[in-house]
T-cell receptor
Framework: ETGVTQTPRHLVMGMTNKKSLKCEQHLGHNAMYWYKQSAKKPLELMFVYNFKEQTENNSVPSRFSPECPNSSHLFLHLHTLQPEDSALYLC????FGQGNNNSPLHFGNGTRLTVT | SQKIEQNSEALNIQEGKTATLTCNYTNYSPAYLQWYRQDPGRGPVFLLLIRENEKEKRKERLKVTFDTTLKQSLFHITASQPADSATYLCALPSGGGADGLTFGKGTHLIIQP
């Protein structure tokens, strides 16, 4: 149990579908992150939320839309994705954002997304 | 932005030996550096953090060094065991006051019995 739970674990969707990934953390942290992990590439930071406010959007296409209703929950809404968007999407949390603090990231086990 | 280089090929080590993994970075020297372990199908797990004013950090069989002159960190696992087989990731602050960490591609370590 990592303290960060992601659902679903696996998702297959067509290019015209709309789906959402969910992340929940039970650690009392104030910062939450979405990372994308593709084969043979380093983790790519997508979005950062600090105290529910988005502090980073790393030039992510608009077909990915994050939502952070409170400090414990983070969503990633997906629509009209491309096959190259297939990857492992990882959620993480930390007590505070990295810009102010050196606290480690606590990751969930990810959602394996396949776009057909 | 920060660029990180880690041995991209798998590293095979005999059980009981010391495994040494390398992390090199370009551009500015970070205030700290972190190491993570990732197993297949799982998210990365934090192992160790070392600050720029620390030369060495230890935790059980793990040791991390940080050389800001060489812009390099070394990660050592002593008395390695097959259970240590995993991918090890190096991470640095993204810089410029930005939130989030920048990760290397990771080194796949295989400990052979």
């Amino acid at each position: 149990e990592t303290g960060v739970t992601q659902t679903p674990r696996h998702l297959v969707m067509g290019m015209t579908n709309k789906k959402s990934l969910k992340c929940e953390q039970h650690l009392g942290h104030n910062a939450m992150y979405w990372y994308k992990q593709s084969a043979k590439k380093p983790l790519e930071l997508m979005f950062v939320y600090n105290f529910k406010e988005q502090t980073e959007n790393n030039s992510v296409p608009s077909r990915f839309s994050p939502e952070c209703p409170n400090s414990s929950h983070l969503f990633l809404h997906l629509h009209t994705l491309q096959p190259e968007d297939s990857a492992l999407y990882l959620c993480a949390s930390s007590p505070f954002g990295q810009g102010n603090n050196n606290s480690p990231l606590h990751f969930g086990n990810g959602t394996r997304l396949t776009v057909t | 932005s920060q660029k990180i280089e880690q041995n991209s090929e798998a590293l095979n080590i005999q059980e009981g030996k010391t495994a040494t993994l390398t992390c090199n970075y370009t551009n500015y020297s970070p205030a700290y550096l972190q190491w993570y372990r990732q197993d297949p199908g799982r998210g990365p797990v934090f192992l160790l953090l070392i600050r720029e004013n620390e030369k060495e950090k230890r935790k059980e069989r793990l040791k991390v060094t940080f050389d800001t002159t060489l812009k390099q960190s070394l990660f050592h696992i002593t008395a390695s065991q097959p259970a240590d087989s995993a991918t090890y990731l190096c991470a640095l602050p993204s810089g410029g006051g930005a939130d989030g960490l920048t990760f290397g591609k990771g080194t796949h370590l295989i400990i052979q019995p």
